[in-house]
């Protein structure tokens, strides 16, 4: 564990050096790293990353190495590939080396604190805090780099994805609230907690300094927490600054979307036999409402003809706004081109409005395309369509269930079950009374009774005396089949 406790140290301390710089000074080509890296170790030749990896190329690609960062799992190849890496950088700095060297060694310390004994417990009075906040988006800004100290002195840096300072925000923060969030912070802390991976993509890195120096050390990811969550919103109402800070929860708890109203407009110009047009006039909409707990879906073709789904589901909907809350959400639309041609004849068109708990809306409408929607938007779709498929069984009009009839006794199921498609088919077995004509199914095939998946053209009910094949040698179907049993 002594071993673990240097690497975090190093990671650390070279960790706060290349967040700070955009190249290297004369004062890091000295020999302090090459130093500390001899002490672990890192300077013995080991497997090289390229060749454990040699499709990515991950020594001399950032593109290639974020592909496979999370697989490596060997201390000493990643800390020798760092040693190798800031050679490299010193030689001809470039900002995706120290990207590069920044994404390695934040891996390094997770794979260091993966080996501590015991969970992440803190112990005594918070002097200071570094809380480092990633989030995987389409804005330029991708990490924030928090600095808190007890005295109320505060620096805020952003940076991009190659870890290029953007910007600075120094504040002083004061008054009783700030010891109060201290308090309750390390009183969290204080207690074991094992954070579960639910949105891998933006993730937290927290190290916190006692009053008498020792540090700890812990990470997490997004909307794993309620607690920490309300802990971000008390620090978020004390900061001066005019920045959103992300924290612990991407901003999750603190622009919580309230309601979502998305509105779709296709105006359509048909034209008879005759050449005289018909305009359609179709309208769809969803609205999201987190006070209601409920999903509206309406369709609008005339006004005659309109129908509307209601979805009342308590918690469900909680669940849902909450998974479509993100730094950007909706945030980014590209715009098509100046010379880009629309059909006049075919006009589609769409609002968002979103609502927040803090009472502020936002809207967002244009062309309904790839180019005119948000960036996010088929995201957004995707989740929507998941929840209405989970929730949208019928099973009053379901013909496997109206056609359903129950066996008398000495009455057997015989299904015809097909390999192809309108192939020819074959008797089987089943005393599995939930299968239905059309289901995929499990059957033994041949002599050697080899696995084959079939599809069930035709169920039927009948006694000993009128079975289509001999009882004793029809096969049984084993199952079900389910498709990620592949």
């Known amino acids: 564990m002594k071993k673990d406790q240097a690497i975090l140290d190093f990671v650390d301390q070279w960790l706060s050096v290349l967040l700070k710089l955009d190249e290297p000074t004369e004062a890091l080509l000295d020999s302090e790293f090459v130093w500390q890296c001899q002490k672990l170790h890192f300077d013995q030749p080991t497997l090289d990353l390229d060749a454990a990896f040699p499709i990515e190329q991950p020594m001399t690609s950032l593109t290639g190495l974020k592909k496979i960062i999370s697989k490596i799992n060997d201390k000493m190849m990643l800390g020798h590939a760092i040693y190798r890496q800031w050679q490299n950088w010193q030689a001809k700095?470039?900002?995706?080396?120290?990207?590069?060297l920044i994404a390695a060694l934040q891996q390094l310390k997770k794979l260091a604190l993966a080996n501590e004994s015991l969970p992440f417990v803190f112990h005594g009075v918070i002097a200071h805090l570094e809380l480092i906040s990633q989030a995987a988006t389409n804005s330029p800004a991708s990490v924030q780099w928090l600095k808190l100290g007890r005295n109320g002195k505060a620096e805020l840096r952003i940076m991009n994805d190659q870890y290029k300072l953007l910007t600075t925000q120094t504040e002083n923060l004061k008054g009783p609230q700030l010891n109060v969030f201290f308090e309750k912070l390390a009183l969290y802390f204080a207690k074991r907690h094992d954070f579960k991976p639910t949105n891998i993509e933006n993730e937290w890195q927290l190290t916190l300094t006692a009053t008498n120096g020792q540090k700890f050390q812990t990470r997490g990811y997004w909307l794993t927490d309620a607690t920490l969550g309300e802990?971000?919103?008390?620090?978020?109402?004390?900061?001066?600054?005019?920045?959103?800070?992300?924290?612990?929860?991407g901003l999750v708890?603190?622009?919580?979307?309230?309601?979502?109203?998305?509105?779709?407009?296709?105006?359509?110009?048909?034209?008879?036999?005759?050449?005289?047009?018909?305009?359609?006039?179709?309208?769809?909409?969803?609205?999201?409402?987190?006070?209601?707990?409920?999903?509206?879906?309406?369709?609008?073709?005339?006004?005659?003809?309109?129908?509307?789904?209601?979805?009342?589901?308590?918690?469900?909907?909680?669940?849902?706004?909450?998974?479509?809350?993100?730094?950007?959400?909706?945030?980014?639309?590209?715009?098509?081109?100046?010379?880009?041609?629309?059909?006049?004849?075919?006009?589609?068109?769409?609002?968002?409005?979103?609502?927040?708990?803090?009472?502020?809306?936002?809207?967002?409408?244009?062309?309904?395309?790839?180019?005119?929607?948000?960036?996010?938007?088929?995201?957004?779709?995707?989740?929507?369509?998941?929840?209405?498929?989970?929730?949208?069984?019928n099973e009053l009009i379901d013909p496997a269930l109206y056609n359903h009839q129950w066996r008398r006794p000495g009455q057997y199921i015989y299904c015809d079950v097909s390999f192809e498609e309108d192939g020819r088919t074959y008797c089987y077995r089943t005393e599995d009374e939930?299968?239905?004509?059309?289901?995929?199914?499990?059957?033994?095939v041949g002599r050697d009774n080899h696995l084959a998946i079939g599809r069930i053209e035709r169920i039927q009910i009948v006694d000993g005396q009128h079975v289509p094949y001999p009882l004793s040698k029809t096969k049984l179907i084993i199952g079900p089949y389910q498709a990620d049993e592949d």
């Open 93 to 100: 700095p470039a900002d995706s080396q120290k990207a590069w």
């Open 231 to 249: 802990l971000a919103q008390e620090l978020r109402q004390i900061w001066n600054g005019d920045a959103k800070l992300w924290l612990f929860d």
């Open 253 to 393: 708890h603190a622009d919580k979307i309230d309601r979502l109203t998305i509105r779709y407009h296709r105006q359509l110009n048909a034209y008879q036999e005759d050449g005289e047009p018909v305009q359609l006039d179709y309208l769809e909409s969803i609205v999201i409402d987190r006070a209601r707990q409920d999903l509206i879906y309406r369709k609008h073709l005339s006004d005659d003809c309109a129908m509307e789904h209601r979805y009342h589901i308590a918690n469900a909907i909680d669940a849902l706004l909450d998974v479509l809350q993100t730094p950007d959400f909706l945030a980014y639309v590209n715009g098509n081109d100046d010379d880009v041609v629309f059909d006049p004849d075919d006009q589609r068109r769409y609002a968002i409005e979103i609502q927040t708990a803090a009472g502020q809306t936002r809207i967002i409408n244009g062309s309904f395309d790839k180019q005119g929607l948000p960036v996010d938007f088929p995201k957004l779709a995707m989740i929507i369509e998941d929840f209405l498929s989970f929730y949208g069984n």
């Open 434 to 444: 939930r299968l239905a004509e059309g289901d995929l199914v499990r059957v033994p």
